[in-house]
Protein backbone atom coordinates (compact mmCIF):
# COMPACT_ATOMS: atom_id res chain seq x y z
CA UNK A 1 0.00 0.00 0.00
CA UNK A 2 1.25 3.50 -0.90
CA UNK A 3 -0.04 6.47 0.94
CA UNK A 4 1.62 10.41 0.72
CA UNK A 5 4.34 9.11 -1.85
CA UNK A 6 6.48 7.17 0.22
CA UNK A 7 5.15 3.78 2.50
CA UNK A 8 5.31 0.48 1.10
CA UNK A 9 3.47 -2.30 3.57
CA UNK A 10 3.36 -4.73 1.50
CA UNK A 11 6.27 -7.44 0.83
CA UNK A 12 7.06 -8.12 -2.60
CA UNK A 13 9.86 -10.35 -4.74
CA UNK A 14 12.33 -8.88 -7.24
CA UNK A 15 11.78 -10.99 -10.44
CA UNK A 16 14.51 -9.40 -12.66
CA UNK A 17 17.52 -11.22 -13.50
CA UNK A 18 20.26 -11.08 -10.90
CA UNK A 19 22.86 -9.42 -12.90
CA UNK A 20 21.36 -6.89 -14.83
CA UNK A 21 19.05 -5.89 -11.44
CA UNK A 22 21.94 -5.50 -10.05
CA UNK A 23 23.48 -3.60 -12.39
CA UNK A 24 20.23 -1.29 -12.26
CA UNK A 25 20.23 -1.08 -8.71
CA UNK A 26 24.03 -0.10 -8.16
CA UNK A 27 23.65 2.86 -11.32
CA UNK A 28 20.26 4.06 -9.59
CA UNK A 29 22.25 3.95 -5.93
CA UNK A 30 19.42 1.51 -4.79
CA UNK A 31 20.26 -1.86 -2.92
CA UNK A 32 20.37 -4.53 -4.46
CA UNK A 33 18.38 -7.92 -3.37
CA UNK A 34 18.97 -11.04 -4.98
CA UNK A 35 16.43 -12.53 -7.32
CA UNK A 36 13.22 -14.28 -5.18
CA UNK A 37 14.00 -12.30 -1.99
CA UNK A 38 11.66 -10.85 -0.05
CA UNK A 39 11.97 -7.27 1.14
CA UNK A 40 9.79 -5.01 3.14
CA UNK A 41 10.63 -1.43 1.57
CA UNK A 42 10.92 1.33 4.07
CA UNK A 43 10.15 4.95 4.07
CA UNK A 44 12.82 6.89 4.00
CA UNK A 45 12.88 10.63 5.54
CA UNK A 46 15.76 12.75 6.25
CA UNK A 47 16.16 13.33 9.89
CA UNK A 48 17.43 16.69 12.13
CA UNK A 49 17.69 15.18 15.92
CA UNK A 50 18.40 18.68 17.32
CA UNK A 51 21.01 19.04 19.83
CA UNK A 52 18.67 17.83 23.22
CA UNK A 53 18.11 14.55 21.39
CA UNK A 54 22.04 13.59 22.15
CA UNK A 55 22.04 15.43 25.36
CA UNK A 56 19.95 16.24 27.62
CA UNK A 57 16.88 14.04 26.00
CA UNK A 58 19.16 11.07 24.68
CA UNK A 59 16.21 8.98 26.02
CA UNK A 60 14.00 10.60 23.69
CA UNK A 61 16.51 10.38 20.86
CA UNK A 62 16.50 6.82 21.69
CA UNK A 63 12.94 5.88 21.67
CA UNK A 64 12.51 8.14 18.04
CA UNK A 65 14.91 5.83 16.48
CA UNK A 66 13.30 2.36 18.28
CA UNK A 67 9.75 3.38 17.39
CA UNK A 68 11.12 4.36 13.59
CA UNK A 69 12.89 0.79 13.41
CA UNK A 70 9.13 -0.95 14.21
CA UNK A 71 7.69 1.21 12.15
CA UNK A 72 10.25 0.67 8.87
CA UNK A 73 10.90 4.57 8.61
CA UNK A 74 14.50 4.84 7.57
CA UNK A 75 15.86 7.88 9.05
CA UNK A 76 18.30 9.78 7.21
CA UNK A 77 20.57 11.72 9.76
CA UNK A 78 21.26 15.46 8.03
CA UNK A 79 24.85 15.24 7.49
CA UNK A 80 27.19 17.43 8.96
CA UNK A 81 23.82 19.32 10.66
CA UNK A 82 24.25 22.31 13.42
CA UNK A 83 21.99 23.88 16.25
CA UNK A 84 19.46 25.37 14.99
CA UNK A 85 19.27 27.65 17.64
CA UNK A 86 16.14 27.07 19.49
CA UNK A 87 17.86 27.25 22.80
CA UNK A 88 18.93 31.25 22.63
CA UNK A 89 19.56 32.40 19.21
CA UNK A 90 16.22 33.74 18.22
CA UNK A 91 16.26 35.66 21.04
CA UNK A 92 19.41 36.98 20.75
CA UNK A 93 20.04 37.79 17.47
CA UNK A 94 17.26 38.10 14.98
CA UNK A 95 19.98 37.36 11.52
CA UNK A 96 21.39 34.47 13.82
CA UNK A 97 18.08 33.20 13.84
CA UNK A 98 17.35 32.26 10.56
CA UNK A 99 21.28 31.13 9.52
CA UNK A 100 21.15 28.66 11.63
CA UNK A 101 18.11 26.88 10.75
CA UNK A 102 18.67 27.47 7.46
CA UNK A 103 22.03 26.02 6.94
CA UNK A 104 20.17 22.69 7.99
CA UNK A 105 17.45 23.57 5.45
CA UNK A 106 19.79 23.97 2.43
CA UNK A 107 21.49 20.40 3.69
CA UNK A 108 17.93 18.41 3.61
CA UNK A 109 17.38 20.69 0.08
CA UNK A 110 20.38 18.57 -1.45
CA UNK A 111 19.23 15.28 0.06
CA UNK A 112 15.78 15.71 -1.83
CA UNK A 113 13.94 13.70 1.14
CA UNK A 114 10.74 14.99 3.53
CA UNK A 115 12.22 16.24 6.87
CA UNK A 116 11.46 14.43 10.02
CA UNK A 117 12.03 16.82 13.56
CA UNK A 118 11.03 15.47 16.66
CA UNK A 119 11.83 18.64 18.88
CA UNK A 120 8.80 20.77 19.05
CA UNK A 121 11.22 23.91 19.48
CA UNK A 122 13.74 23.14 16.16
CA UNK A 123 10.58 22.36 14.03
CA UNK A 124 9.51 25.85 14.91
CA UNK A 125 12.88 27.16 14.01
CA UNK A 126 13.26 25.45 10.87
CA UNK A 127 9.71 26.53 9.68
CA UNK A 128 10.28 29.87 10.42
CA UNK A 129 13.04 29.81 8.48
CA UNK A 130 11.81 27.41 5.59
CA UNK A 131 9.01 30.72 5.58
CA UNK A 132 11.76 33.62 5.66
CA UNK A 133 13.40 31.62 2.59
CA UNK A 134 10.10 30.74 0.60
CA UNK A 135 8.99 35.20 1.26
CA UNK A 136 12.42 36.20 -0.40
CA UNK A 137 14.11 37.52 2.28
CA UNK A 138 18.19 37.37 2.38
CA UNK A 139 20.00 35.34 5.04
CA UNK A 140 23.93 36.00 5.73
CA UNK A 141 25.87 33.54 4.17
CA UNK A 142 22.74 31.62 1.87
CA UNK A 143 22.93 30.96 -1.35
CA UNK A 144 19.99 32.28 -3.81
CA UNK A 145 19.34 28.20 -4.24
CA UNK A 146 16.85 27.13 -1.69
CA UNK A 147 14.57 25.22 -3.67
CA UNK A 148 12.21 24.11 -0.66
CA UNK A 149 10.66 20.70 -2.70
CA UNK A 150 10.25 18.96 0.70
CA UNK A 151 7.86 18.77 3.59
CA UNK A 152 9.28 19.58 7.15
CA UNK A 153 6.98 17.54 9.61
CA UNK A 154 7.17 17.20 13.49
CA UNK A 155 7.86 13.48 14.41
CA UNK A 156 4.06 12.93 15.19
CA UNK A 157 2.50 14.62 12.77
CA UNK A 158 4.63 12.53 10.07
CA UNK A 159 3.69 9.05 11.71
CA UNK A 160 -0.02 9.83 12.10
CA UNK A 161 -0.78 10.81 8.71
CA UNK A 162 2.20 8.84 6.53
CA UNK A 163 1.81 5.71 8.80
CA UNK A 164 -1.66 5.99 9.91
CA UNK A 165 -3.38 5.16 13.71
CA UNK A 166 -4.12 1.55 12.33
CA UNK A 167 -0.77 0.62 11.45
CA UNK A 168 0.47 2.08 15.05
CA UNK A 169 -2.33 0.07 16.90
Known amino acids: EKAGGYWYRHVQKRQDKAVPAQSRCQAAGEEYFPEGEE ?4 MKVSYYPGC ?47 ALP ?21 YSRLKTADKALRDGVEIEGFSDGYKGDFNIKHLVDFIREQVGE ?4
Do not use: F, M, Q
Request: hydrophobic share 45%; aromatic share 2%; charged share 30%.
Open 102 to 122: ARNLETADRAGLDLVVPCAAC
Open 39 to 42: IKLA
Open 52 to 98: SLEGVAREYGESVEAVARILDIDLKELKDWTCCGAASAHATNDRLAL
Open 166 to 169: KAIR
